[in-house]
């Protein structure tokens, strides 16, 4: 009984708080220095450099740029769509219990991803030194014709994804828990059923990532597209370094626009990301703009006071 | 009170519900299920217990053909269970065939296995609404129905990683209970909870089987299968060791090993 009268106003009394000194940290200040210093330097030095700086911002909205960007963006969108699409298919029939099917599919990812993306654009755009001509039935040209530059770089980039991506939709699928398949299957869901409503959405999760890294992957390597007259962002630099003189300029250039599309499809890729974490855990934080509006709104209120009197 | 099965779907006859002739089940050398003969009548609680290890879990998921028997006949409501038989022949049924059988037996799983990216509600309108075809509104109206009488009905928004354990078992009773089944089974349904959650689960099923749901029931509870159940029989070793009315069996075990196992887990 006497306790907790005691007790009582003790609670109230605040307790003292700690007034302690800080440990020192005297490294971290030497390592900032150092990081500093050897920042100053690499920016002297770029300065320094014979480097036309002057025409870098001249050349980034040049009609034959702004081309050879757009070429960059669309190659990249449609070989990761080849990509993805074959992805899929491909890790399923890796999956699948067919000795055939999943034979072929690592046989597939065996050769895609054991060669060079470089090797296989030229393969493509050669191809017409094994079919020279192209006899579809209700289709017959010359290879030759068919095969453009932009068909050789969309099936040499997007058929080298899609051992990629096979890989990671694979590593998705095999994330699921099983008991979400056979909770499925109780239910008398089919397995193609199970697979669109239940394993892929959950999958998703595991793909979303390394996705966006491959795409990123993709925009780059794109470039290479260059080797088979595919007129993006690295060729269209190159052709105006070789009239104007300005080789390494031009790379920066181009190197200003890759920036840029890698940066714009991060923020895309985080979106993206939030949409599949749906329901995996108690509470998403909040994405910048809801942060920005929160804030905005707690900056008005703190105002409307004042207002008020 | 409202029940939790609004109608109960009538069993085609007097016959069982479950019948098991000598079933087998061998999983490449090991041996689990060694002939069980068991019959399940409508409307009846029939309690499995045994050791782990004991095979009644596999039993039970041979009854749903998610595990082949690997010998013997298995009937539920007169059907044989994943095949066909014509004259003395048997035929694997489709996947679709099977996935039909399985529409009418409801599953509850030890660690509930609701779908993760879908809330409360959406996890029991899922099966209606994909696998039977029912229109949304229709498969909401029920799901929302379940979900009030097993005491969720202010979760519906809630995911399953925001719910409780005992919570997240409602749930999945409520979404096996949404395909109208005129079976249940239930694989542990309490053995992943915390203590003081199973009383919530345990009352759900007791509802359940005070509304004449057929019910299966694999469980260490024996409070609960002394209490609900009409039969229970104990495994042991891929056999029926003992079986027979649960407070016979529970209370007054013949067999040594059933009395081993009873003196270590009541």
Known sequence: MTDTVDKTPAASVPPEQIKAIPVRHYGRWVAAAVVIAVLVLIGVAFSNANINYGVVPDYLTDGTILSGAWHTLYISVLAMALGLVLGVILAIMRMSSNPVTSTVAWFYVWFFRGTPVLVQLLLWYNIALVFPILNLGFYKDEMNQVMTPFLAALLGLGLNEAAYMSEIVRAGIQSVDEGQTEASHALGMTQGKTLRRVILPQAMRVIVPPTGNEFINMLKTSSLAYVVQFNELIKRATDISSTSLAVVEMYFVASIWYLLLTTIFSIVQYYIERRYARGSSRSLPPTPLQRLRRNLSQWASFRRPEVAR | ?266
């Open chain 2, 1 to 266: 009170m409202s029940s939790l099965v609004k109608d109960i779907t009538p069993p085609s006859s007097g016959a069982p519900m479950v019948k098991a002739e000598g079933v087998h089940k061998s999983f490449g050398l090991a041996h689990i299920l060694k002939g069980i003969d068991l019959e399940v009548l409508p409307r009846e609680v029939f309690c499995l217990i045994g050791p782990s290890g004991s095979g009644k879990s596999t039993f039970l998921r041979c009854i749903n053909h998610l595990e082949k028997i690997s010998a013997g006949r298995l009937y539920v409501d007169g059907q044989l269970v994943g095949y066909r038989q014509h004259g003395d022949k048997l035929y694997e049924l489709k996947e679709k065939e099977v996935a039909a059988q399985r529409r009418d037996i409801g599953m509850v799983f030890q660690r509930f296995n609701l779908f993760p990216h879908m809330t409360a509600l959406e996890n029991v309108m899922e099966a209606p609404v994909q696998v039977k075809g029912e229109s949304k509104a229709v498969a909401r109206e029920r799901a929302q129905r379940l979900l009030d009488r097993v005491g969720l009905g202010d979760r519906t928004g809630h995911y399953p990683a925001q719910l409780s354990g005992g919570q997240q078992q409602r749930v999945a009773i409520a979404r096996a209970l949404a395909m109208q089944p005129k079976l249940m089974l239930f694989d542990e349904p309490t053995s992943a909870l915390d203590p003081e959650l199973v009383g919530e689960v345990l009352d759900v099923m007791r509802d359940l089987a005070e509304d004449g749901m057929t019910m299966i029931v694999v469980t260490h509870e024996m409070g609960f299968a002394r209490e609900v159940g009409d039969s229970l029989v104990f495994m042991d070793d891929g056999v029926v060791v003992e079986s027979g009315h649960p407070r016979d069996v529970l209370t007054n075990p013949q067999h040594d090993r059933t009395k081993s196992f009873l003196s270590k887990v009541l």
